[in-house]
Structure formats: C-alpha cells, structure tokens
C-alpha cells in the first residue's frame, strides 16, 4: 500500500493545469483556466480549471473534483493507479507501507510479471521494425492489411522470430529470471529447453485499462504450419482471458466520449476500425464474452452495439452474447455486416462517414434482431413461432429493470402479432424459474387509459438536499469568517411576562451553523453531506482553519465533487463572459449573516414540516382518542415553533 506521506508530496507536487492541460485544451480566463469539456460533445466551453484551489469542474456533465479524481474519471484509473500515474509524471519516488513476508513476495511477482510482458512487448515491437525477418514478413503482413506506420506503432504490434529460443535467450541476457517467463506464458519448458511460445508470429499486445501490458495474441502466419491460427497467453497472475479486451485502453477515452462501444471478435478488426475514425472500439479476442467482460464496458457506459459477420456463425454467436448483456443491465444493439463482411474488410473499404452511416442505419434493437434471425427457421409452423417467441421472451426475463421488460413486451407483441398479456404471463414464468419477482398481467388490465406524468422539470423537489447542500456551501465558503447576527433573547419584564429581545452578535460563522443545530440536536440526512459536515466542522475546531485539500485527498471521490462543485459554482458567469455583456453576479460574501441565518432557519422549519406530518400520519394509525389528544397536542407545539420560525425569516428577509 502507497504511504500516506508519498500521496501527501503527490497532492503537493502536482498542478490541476499541468495534468489536466495533457488531456484537455486549456485557454486562460481570470484566474481560471476554461476548455471544451472531455466527457460530453459541445462547442462551448463549459470545464472550468483553478489553479488557484487546485480543483476542476465540468458543467456539461456535473463531474468535478481534484487532479486524482480527474485521472480517476478521464483515464479511468483507480486511486491507487492515478497516485502512481502522478508519481510517475512528477518523479516522485513511491514509498509503500510495511506488508508481510507473503505479502511481499505475492506483490513482488505480480510486479515481475508485469515487467517481464512489458519488455516482451518492447522486445517484439523492435524485432518488426529492425529485424530482417520482422521486416519482410511480419510488418509485409501488416502493410497489406493496410494498417499505417502510425497505427502499428500505436497499437505496439510486433513479431517473434520464428527461431525457437530467439526471445528467450534475449530475456535472459537482459537479467529477466526464467521463473517468470514460463511463468508468462512466454516461454515454455521443457526437457529440451525453453521454447518460445509466439514464435513465428505476429504479436499483439493486450493491455488493462490503466495500460499495461497482460498478454499477448500471436496470428501464425505460415500457411502450412500444423498450429492453431491464433494463440493466446495462458492464465497467469496478471492475464485471465474472461476479463480482458483487446483494445480497451486505447478506445477507453473514446467510448465514455461517445457513450456507446463497439464489440467485435479480433484483433485486426479493432486496429481497422480504429483507425478509419471508429475510435470506440474494442474485441472479446475470439473468446466467447463473458460477464467479467462485460462489467468492464460498463465502467465506461450502458450501450453496446455488437459488430458480427453476416454468416449463420456469427449471427448465433450474436445471440448467445445478447442474453448476458442484457444480465448486466446495459443496452444492446446488433449490426451485422453484407455477406462476405466483416468489420476489418467492411472497414478498410469504406470511408469514416460511410462506416458511420452503416452503423447508424443497420444497428438494430435486439428485438428487432433476434425476431429477424429466428422467424427465418420456423416456415410459418406454430409450434416452431412458438418456441421463437418464448426464446426472445428468455432474453427479456435477463433484463433487471422491470419498466424496460415491460416495453420490449410490448415491442415483441407488436412484432410476433401476440397479445401482451399471454407474453407477461410467459414472462413471469420465465422469472419464476429464476425466483425472480414479477408482476402478471390479466387480460382485464390491458388496454388502460394513459395518464400523462407530470415532467421531471416540473415535479416538486425535495428542498431538504438542496438546505443541506446550501449549509455545507456556507461552512466550505465562509466558515471561518466573521458575520454578524440578530439574536433572539426571551427575558421576562416586571409583571412576569415573556418579552422578545433583538441582540446583534458577532460570530464565526461555522460557530453559529455549529451551535443552532446543536441547539436543536439537528443532524443532516443527506449522509455524504452528513459525513462532509462532520469532517468541515472537526478541522475548523481542531485546527482553527479549514484543511479542504486533506478531506478531498480521500480515497472516496464523491466528497471531493462535491466540494468543487461548491466552490466552483458561483463562477460559471465566466465561461460565457457575462460581465463584458453587462451582466453582474451579486457576490454572497456581502450577505453573510444574512445567508446564514435565513437557512439555519428554512431548514428547521422544513424539519418541523416533516415532523408535524409524520405526527399526523401517526395520529390516523392509532385511532386512539386519548393518544389522539397527546398527539394533536404536540403538533400544536411544533406549529407554535414553525411560526416563530416563519416570523424570524420575515425580520431575516
């Protein structure tokens, strides 16, 4: 584990607009830096860098956070993986904690195989382009399936001579141990020796998301060789086949961008795809997909659209893949190419905006798809429809959301000519099976008058997260200022009565947020904003100022969106250059207390509101009349105190 002070000097070290300027076009504006937005399509700028607080903030998606959480979510690091990435940048020397002997030795392999495929890769990469027999066969093979210098390179394609220990003598003499060459895959032992496991073929290299090398794909390109086509690294520590894509790394950036991937079966369809502008792009390696597979995709989005051969093959192998797709809860559509095609040669014969066209025009919905495909078999039999409609009905009983199972029902009803209630009765069977809840339908249900829903704009919210939201703004913006404050006093007068006072204080403002809640034994509901407050209100009494660089350190980026958010907020005017345009903003800092007071006390008055209604509710429950009198009681005390609240807000505003 990374120490604690490596990832302090990390967050010391590293500048928001240094790294974010690698990824991101950055022009000044003010103190800030503003540039078109890395995760949404826009032609206005609407990602805004501070130098200043070392945050950034997208407004087109509402992502936002420090320099690691923007590794995290551009490059799609885990934390640990974007500490080393800004160690890296920064030449920061990486200290770990102390592990045990095991651990030790179970993270120094790991490590080792790591090294041993990345100067693999390297070592293979170089024999294409400097050695005679890469040249003249392994970059001829790749020239003629039209693949740029530029690709090649950018995909580390290589070539492992054909002799039968030529790498493995080359790693040894490099230092590199035979433990964890066999240990790769890359050399096999034997009673004979060490052989090279690619030898004679094409490499390309399989890489993780964060970019580093895991395996290897060897294409034989003799035609006379009694060897399988195509040769995989074997399991190993650092490579399991079921939860790898080829391609993954280089398309990740691509597909959050476009929020949409492509899946297709090999290597050189990827490579072809990519680089005629299909840049969202990735392959199950000719293995069959997996659920593992699958979750990787949807780190980086909910919609797949899967690219097969128009031969029966790839049309079933199409079909098996929908249903665990579908599992994950993701969008699928299908595209299948003209007989003959495949994405590699549909690609390399067609321009970027003819490829594009194709797959927007012939992806269909797997509805659509499986009906097509299934319908031809059955000759118009019965019994054969039948069994048709009841294998899609499978496929939608995968689907975990209920709302999209009850639209492709209704979908394959009106495709199959079968009523909706026979198909959500089969439904329901079907979930059955798998102890999986689901509601029948009667044919008395349908058809139901629709009732149009009021649109999500227009629904009420709920004004708690937003007073929440507004004290934490308070507490991260002006906590540590001075404001002053009308109190209340009640003091009694000569004949005993109660008489309200009006006192000016001057306060810290953390204090007053502090102490009224306290005073009422309020706590926030929200609990990312109940856990933020804790940490806001420890270190301004603790350390007597506010530490935000530590909170938004943690390992845990949603605090750290949060606090951008905030503190970013109030100067989006400056993407689009109000003030030239004589539009002022009205700065809060003139309104503290003000500000302060008005939502302390909106938000009691919002916690009375709930209260008096759950009494209420409570009240009908019971149907006690001696219970119904304490109750009314005590709503008619929480309605005395939300008057009063409602007369402080008046002098307030």
Known sequence: MITRSTIDQVYETARVEEVIGDFVTLKKSGSNFKGLSPFSQERTPSFMVSPVKQIWKDFSSGKGGNVVAFLMEHEHFSYPEAIRFLAKRYNIEIEETEQTDEEKEKANAKESLYLVNQFAQESFEKDLWELSEGMAIGLSYFKERGFTDEIIRFFGLGYAAEQKDFFYSKALKAGYSEEYLVATGLVIKSDYGGVDRFRGRVIFPIRSMGGRVQGFGGRILSATAKTAKYLNSP??????????????????????????????????????????????????SGTALTPEQIRLIRRLTSNIVVLFDGDAAGLRAALRGVDLILEQGMNVRICTFPDGEDPDSFAKANSEEEIKAYLQTESKDFIEFKTAVLLKDTNNDPVKKAATVREIVQSISKIPDPIKQEIYIKQCAASLDVSEPVLFNALAQEQTKTQKPVRKINPSDLPQPVIQKTPQSEQAVNPLFFLERQIISILIQYGNQEATFDELIMSTDEDGNLVEESKTVLSKVYEKVFLDLQQDEVELIQPEFQELYAQLIESYQLEGVLKLEKIMQQENPTLGKIISDILLADEVHQLHDWEKKNIFVKQRQSVVGQLVSETILTFRRYLIDQKIQSLLVEVKEKKSTELETEFLEEVMQYQSLKKLLSQKLNRVL
Do not use: F
């Not at 991937?261 to 990735?282: F, S, W």
């Open 235 to 284: 399991e190993s520590e650092v490579y399991h086949k079921s939860q790898v894509l080829y391609g993954l790394y280089e398309a990740k950036k691509a597909i959050a961008k476009e929020d949409l991937c492509y899946l297709v079966e090999g290597y050189t369809d990827v490579i072809q795809m990519y680089q005629n502008g299909i840049e969202n792009v990735v392959s199950s």
